[in-house]
């Protein structure tokens, strides 16, 4: 079988991600190009581009486009990748608009080529060992799933008060940018059956100069209170090992470059972030079962726990292992939900990939837009609930 030629846009953590497949599988993928200004040699590559754009004029010879860029960009880069005759991965979200998405749909369907949005967690052994449980009966009709994303507060003030994730207008709101992932978890679980009313309340609370100790300074290496700051650069960057996967250079002296350097070296209370720290949504399905999403920056582990409730049993997942009580005593067998790959998303990464591939080999036109279909079902939902949060 011929391998499947890759160009990859944004060398950053999901770019590496990604080309870490090429690296398990050589004999299925070769990346023939990869864009990024900083970062593209981080990736073994036949050609580098600095800017995106140049790598799809140029007309590399390749069969998908993998899109790891910054969010402000997924809708363009997907745009001139359709356009340009290559099937597309774009990470999530997949556009910043319902008419992003609606265009993406469009050309998509125009040019009869897949575009898949990189929800790894449907391709999770974990996350799909629930939905296993549920299509079985065995905890009979879903009554209500309670789900929290913890993003744990080192990654919160990484990516969403210091990082390209802090400002809804360069990037999506937390909902979006976050946990559209979880939103497709939901929509997913229940089938076929669609939100009929939801609530949202949430808002930036925390991570405001208004916060900000008195005494504290703009970056915290000149800062008198950074011995005792939890959210100090110097206690996430170099007193734990915990984010050292988000870069391509890890190494102490790199890491207090991060460390004191903007923009990750700045005050959590001074950085001029807009998106929200904390969130809470409802929803309402069809047939009367209640979802309810919380996110929190305020958490020690960045984990998803999960509690499903239905009209026999009940669903514990604590981001590790999924357990089932039946009311009436009766053991439900599971496997196991640790997949036999290491990749990033419990598995989900290479899962992804590996589908992605099987759908360019195998997949039609149709089936290819039902795919995206139901991917944005997801966003949609986001776009409304935003226009309701509270």
Known sequence: MNKTRVIILGAGYRGRAFAEYAKAFPDKIEIVAVADKINSETIPASLYFDEWRDAIIAKVPADLVIVALPDSYHYEATIASLKAGYHVLCEKPLGRSRLECDDIKAEAARTGKLVMVGYELRFSRYFAQIKTIIESGAIGEVVTIAHQESVGYKKAAHSFVRGALSRAKDSTPLLLSKCSHDLDLFLWWMGGKKVVGGYSFGSLQFFKRENAPETSAEMCCECPLEGECVWSSKNIYLGSDELDYLFSDSSESAKR??????????????????????????????????????????????????????????????????????????????????????????????????????????????????????????????????????
Do not use: W
Request: include cysteine; proline fraction near 1%.
């Open 257 to 390: 470059s991060i460390a004191t350097s903007e923009p990750y070296g700045r005050c959590v209370f001074k950085c001029g972030n807009d998106v929200a720290d904390r969130q809470t949504v409802i929803y309402e399905f069809e047939g009367g079962a209640l979802a309810t999403l919380v996110i929190s920056a305020f958490t020690n582990e960045n984990r998803r726990r999960t509690i499903i409730t239905g009209t026999e049993g009940e669903i514990f997942a604590d981001g590790q292992e999924v357990k089932v009580n039946r009311f009436d005593g009766k053991s439900v067998m599971i496997e196991s939900a640790v997949d036999t790959n290491e990749s990033r998303h419990d598995g989900g990464d290479f899962n992804l990939i590996s589908e992605t591939l099987r759908l360019i080999s195998e997949g039609s036109a149709e089936e290819y837009a039902s795919i995206l279909t139901e991917s944005l079902r997801s966003h949609y939902l986001a776009f409304e609930t935003e226009k309701r949060r509270n």
